[in-house]
């Protein structure tokens, strides 16, 4: 079983604080991506990563910034926390397509961050 | 990039079935997805059709899709309360990267008893 985990399920963070969300997989993949969740608006890619030290900005990039130092692990930093980053934030990874177009994503359980 | 549209609510009855909606705006995408969120979990495949299919089923669930509407559903028959959960749609996502996906909003699929 592919297995996703995140660092954290809950989260409280001040304005203004360095914040690491951690996310780790087992499965050897290449890819994997940072998701915000909000209501009303879906998922949103906020990063992804298709290998080591590689990085993607995705949609909503401004205010984070991510960490690719080992296959398994991705990293998504909040620079300087601000409230408007509360949110539930969801890690996926994904092996390499295979050429047929399938690319299924394996998400992890997703960590709520709030900033006060 | 690829827009992906979706209702944001659907109420259902215990044991009718369930259609949830989604229009896509990429007709690149070599497959299409549906996931499922169950409450304070994060998503899980359900199914996907490869884009050159109009249909597909598996158990309770069918997948058509019409390419020409760029339009995707879901039909869930025999609702159970156990498929209470948010369904999101997704295709590639062309913004750059091989293997990304666009979701949609998302439809939170309600059963009345």
């Known amino acids: 079983d592919v297995k996703v985990t995140q660092s954290s399920r809950y989260l409280v963070k001040r304005t203004g604080e360095k914040v690491f969300l951690e996310c780790v997989q087992d499965?050897?993949?290449?890819?994997m991506f940072w998701y915000r969740q909000d209501p009303g608006l879906g998922l949103r890619l906020i990063y992804f990563s298709y290998d080591v030290k590689m990085k993607e900005k995705g949609d909503i990039p401004e205010g984070y910034s991510v960490s690719r130092e080992k296959k398994e692990r991705f990293s998504l930093i909040l620079e300087s926390a601000s409230t408007n980053q509360t949110s539930m934030y969801l890690c996926?990874?994904?092996?390499?397509?295979?050429?047929?177009?399938?690319?299924?994503?394996?998400f992890g359980p997703g960590t709520r961050l709030t900033v006060t | 990039g690829e827009d992906v549209e979706q209702s944001l609510f659907l109420s259902v009855r215990e044991g009718d079935s369930s259609v949830i909606n989604c229009t896509y705006t990429?007709?690149?995408?070599?497959?299409l997805y549906w996931y499922k969120q169950e409450p304070g979990a994060g998503l899980q495949l359900l199914t996907y059709?490869?884009?050159?299919?109009d249909m597909k089923q598996d158990q309770r669930l069918t997948v058509l899709l019409n390419k020409k509407d760029k339009h995707l559903s879901l039909r869930i028959a025999d609702t159970q309360t156990g498929d209470s959960a948010i369904y999101f749609c997704?295709?590639?996502?062309?913004?750059?990267?091989?293997?990304?996906?666009?979701f949609g909003k998302g439809t939170h699929l309600i059963i009345q008893p």
């Open positions: 996926a990874s994904s092996p390499v397509e295979s050429g047929t177009g399938l690319s299924e994503q394996y």
């Open positions: 499965m050897d993949h290449e890819n």
């Open positions: 059709i490869f884009s050159n299919m």
């Open positions: 997704a295709g590639r996502h062309s913004g750059g990267g091989a293997d990304g996906l666009t």
């Open positions: 990429d007709s690149s995408s070599t497959y």
